[in-house]
């Protein structure tokens, strides 16, 4: 059997779990499905990250900011797939998705994965929209 060539970083890993987190909060009725996948995605990070586990307080700020980003896409688009159009930005949504993809390239690097060399973002122009990496 041929061994896989590509594998998601642990910033995607993370990614990820932080939507299975707000599909749990938002899907009671496949909170079953949902446990199971994020009890194996937790156990795939702690094989992935680097031994031994050097975590410090400025990774855990990209995973919250990762997390506070991806819960603003979640509810911008919950709207729009709800029909409310009022409050929804599409700029604003693809400013979080730009910095979204900006705390997975941190996480990546901190535990020496592989990072996206160009991220089309928009938040860059807006400096007051950007985290203060």
């Not at 909060?25 to 194996?40: A, F, Q």
């Not at 919250?64 to 409310?84: A, C, F, P």
Request: aromatic share 6%; with cysteine.
């Amino acid at each position: 059997m041929a061994e896989r060539k590509w594998n998601p970083t642990v910033g995607e890993m993370i990614d990820r779990l932080t939507i299975l987190e707000l599909k749990h909060l938002h899907n009671p009725p496949h909170r079953e499905v949902i446990i199971k996948e994020i009890e194996d995605l937790v156990d795939d990070i702690n094989v992935a990250l680097p031994k031994p586990n050097t975590i410090y307080a400025e990774f855990i700020r990209h995973v919250i900011i990762l997390s506070q980003y991806n819960t603003h896409i979640w509810n911008h688009e919950d709207n729009m797939r709800k029909g409310v159009a009022e409050g929804n930005d599409l700029m604003f949504t693809h400013q979080c998705n730009g910095v979204r993809c900006r705390a997975k390239d941190k996480i990546n690097h901190r535990v020496n994965n592989r990072t996206d060399p160009k991220v089309n973002a928009i938040a860059a122009e807006v400096p007051d929209f950007e985290p203060k990496w």
